[in-house]
């Protein structure tokens, strides 16, 4: 079999950190996993942008594109950056310059004591929200008029086209079909939003009179959070756009167990050979940074993604499933109630996975 190169890159804060605990368990696989893997160090970030200007050159991008199957991402932000601009470039030139349209996001409770719903358990929380990762309000179209004067006019313009919303709400229900998933849920605010949202709902329906077998529900997103919080029982696969996305996986991080346990995937579902990013949902948590203290499994879980989508889905049960070991006998960091540190949780996990 031929290898398959994976490109890592730590970026900001605890990025790094936790982007070490992958590497290890990458590099595990890599020697004694028997996975034909190669990795590839990248110094991306504000650390090199700081240094010398550089954010994504055209030159990795291409590298990235002929060479590499996956992208691993720690987490970008920092505060000495406070444009964002390397994260902007970074991020974007990944998920926009290779087009991976679903932000995948899996919401799943490995225990029960991470739910923090009353008289819920990890039953209660098992959903994915894919979230459209190329449109919406996170293109940058707008701008700023009289800046720094009392008649400041300040736009972000929302794209929403209908390839964009169909391709993504078509991967939902391809996802809920071959998953075994019984119904999607479109998340939306069309109610205000009348233009742009119409075009999802509108979308919505046509594309889920295709999936007779999947039954396919409208909510507005602010019921979702609701409902979210009431009762996640009732979702399984949920479709949006791209700042509800990113909003509502924030409140699905907090059902299972906070950030430190919440993994994703970028990919482009209708080429299977284009490269994919895996990342944390996590930021950069400055205030953690360079302490030992990050919790890494939300990095292991996205290792496993990554498997995942390489072609071994096994690797990514085992891999959750010492997971799940490790939050059974309190092998965790301080965020779960533990006082193990990042590289001691990341360690158990390993050797778990190496026993396994
Ligand atoms: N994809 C990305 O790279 C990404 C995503 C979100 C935020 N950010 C950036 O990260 C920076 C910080 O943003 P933020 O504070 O809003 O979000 P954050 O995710 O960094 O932190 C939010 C909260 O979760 C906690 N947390 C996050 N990851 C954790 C972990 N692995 N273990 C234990 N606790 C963890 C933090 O301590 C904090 O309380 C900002 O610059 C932001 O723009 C980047």
Known sequence: MSSKTIALIGGDGI??????????????????????????DLDLGAERYLKDGTTFPEEVKKKIHDDCAAVFLGAL??????DMAHARDILFGLRFGFDLYANIRPVRA????????????????????????????????????????????????????????????????EYAKSHGRKKVHMADKSNAMRHAHELWLRVFDEVGKRY??????????????????????????????????DIVTDLGAGLQGGLGMACSAN??????????????????????????VANPFAAL???????????????????????????????????LGGS?????????????????
């Not at 007779?212 to 949006?240: K, W």
């Not at 990919?267 to 030992?292: C, I, M, Q, T, W």
Request: aromatic residues 8%.
């Open 15 to 40: 990025g790094p950190e936790v982007t070490h605990e992958a590497r290890l368990l990458l590099e595990w696989y890599g020697r004694e996993g028997g996975l034909p893997l190669e990795l590839w």
């Open 77 to 82: 932000g920092d505060p000495r950056v406070p």
């Open 110 to 173: 490995l225990s029960d004591d991470l739910v923090p719903l009353k008289g819920k358990t990890k039953d209660d929380v098992d959903f994915v929200v894919f979230r459209e990762n190329t449109e919406g309000v996170y293109v940058g179209v707008g701008g700023q008029m009289r800046r720094n004067t009392p008649h400041e006019v300040a736009i972000n313009e929302d794209i929403n086209t209908r390839y964009g919303v169909e391709r993504i709400i078509v991967a939902a229900f």
């Open 212 to 245: 007779p077998e999947i039954e396919r529900a409208h909510v507005y997103v602010d019921a979702l959070c609701l409902y979210l919080v009431q009762d996640p029982s009732q979702f399984e696969v949920i479709v949006t756009n791209n700042l509800f996305g």
């Open 267 to 292: 990919v482009h579902p209708a080429d299977p050979h284009r490269v994919g990013l895996f990342e944390p949902v996590h930021g950069s948590a400055p205030p953690l940074a360079g302490k030992n």
């Open 301 to 335: 879980l996205t290792v496993g993604a990554l498997l995942s989508f390489l072609g071994w889905p096994d690797e990514e049960r085992r891999i959750e499933a010492a997971v799940t070991a490790a939050l059974a006998e309190k092998q965790v960091t301080k965020d």
């Open 340 to 356: 193990l540190g990042t590289d001691a949780a990341a360690a158990w996990v390993r050797r778990r996975i190496a026993e396994s």
